[in-house]
């Protein structure tokens, strides 16, 4: 497919970027870390989102090459900001190609080596509950070696998976993310808000954090805090900024 082959050239011909959404905790005010979220820079069509492109790579060999080019270059920027005083952990989303990759774990561990400076554990990868689903147990092992590494791996769109209970009880997961087709009409939907109520009762009882992903505004913030969760990340936040503006956003956080 011509798009593909495109796509292949993108990744080569540098014109993938990195944005990055920060994570706060809103009792502390600490800032959390930063989500890389992809972007292609199209010559002719300019700044493409992730929805314009994912779909046609999905189930091919490229998205493992996305995965492997994000990582390093997630790897890369933890380094220069390392380098510019500024500590700061990046999640990276891990597509189900990769978390179900036997390798994946040695392949990770090369990059980390590649990066001697970054200390894994400023290292996030955000796995799909669907894709968890596939195969738990070849996803439970790669989680597990991850983990060995150092790296934390948290649980992306959770609740969206219909199968939410068991999976948390299975996978060895550091962060649950509370999906935003749940928090974008906690305020107006009493189911919405009864599943996020739920979800916060259980990553509680197995012991796990959660961070509340599409906080929009102050309400669903407030919200949020009240039945418990105070992790967020959302547009009502920060929309994903590229690198360069990170520095002036952290100064300016309160
Ligand atoms: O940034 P945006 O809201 O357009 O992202 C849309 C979707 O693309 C999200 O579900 C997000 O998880 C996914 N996505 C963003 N960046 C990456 C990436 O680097 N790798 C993979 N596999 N998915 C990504
Ligand atoms: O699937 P994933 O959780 O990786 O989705 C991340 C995507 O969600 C990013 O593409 C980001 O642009 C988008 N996003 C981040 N914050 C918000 C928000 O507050 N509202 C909405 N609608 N989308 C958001
Ligand atoms: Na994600
Ligand atoms: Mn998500």
Aim: with cysteine; glycine share 6%; proline share 6%.
């Amino acid at each position: 497919q011509e798009r593909r082959r495109r796509f292949a050239q993108a990744i080569d011909g540098d014109e993938l970027r990195l944005h990055y959404q920060p994570q706060v905790d809103m009792a502390s005010g600490e800032v959390v870390g930063v989500e890389a979220l992809v972007r292609w820079q199209h010559p002719q069509e300019g700044l493409l989102a992730p929805g314009q492109f994912l779909p046609d790579i999905a189930g091919t060999s490229l998205e493992v090459d996305l995965g492997e080019w994000v990582l390093s270059q997630a790897l890369c920027q933890l380094q220069a900001w390392r380098e510019a005083g500024i500590t700061l952990p990046v999640s990276v989303n891990i597509s189900p190609a990769h978390l179900l990759q036997e390798a994946f774990p040695e392949r990770l561990a090369v990059l980390l080596e590649g990066n001697p400076q970054v200390p894994a554990r400023l290292l996030n990868l955000e796995v799909l509950e669907t894709a968890a689903m596939h195969d738990v147990d070849t996803a439970m092992a790669v989680i597990r070696r991850c983990q060995t590494l150092g790296v934390h791996v948290a649980i992306d769109d959770f609740g969206t998976g219909f199968s939410s209970l068991t999976y948390l009880r299975q996978l060895p997961v550091d962060l649950i993310k509370i999906d935003k087709s749940f928090v974008r009409d906690m305020l107006t939907d009493p189911g919405d808000m009864a599943i996020i109520e739920s979800i916060i009762y259980m990553a509680n009882r197995f012991d796990r954090a959660m961070l509340a992903e599409g906080v929009e505004s102050l309400e669903h913030a407030r919200a949020l805090f009240r039945v418990g969760c105070t992790l967020a990340q959302g547009f009502g936040i920060a929309r994903p900024m590229p690198a360069t503006h990170v520095p002036k956003w952290l100064d300016e956080w309160p």
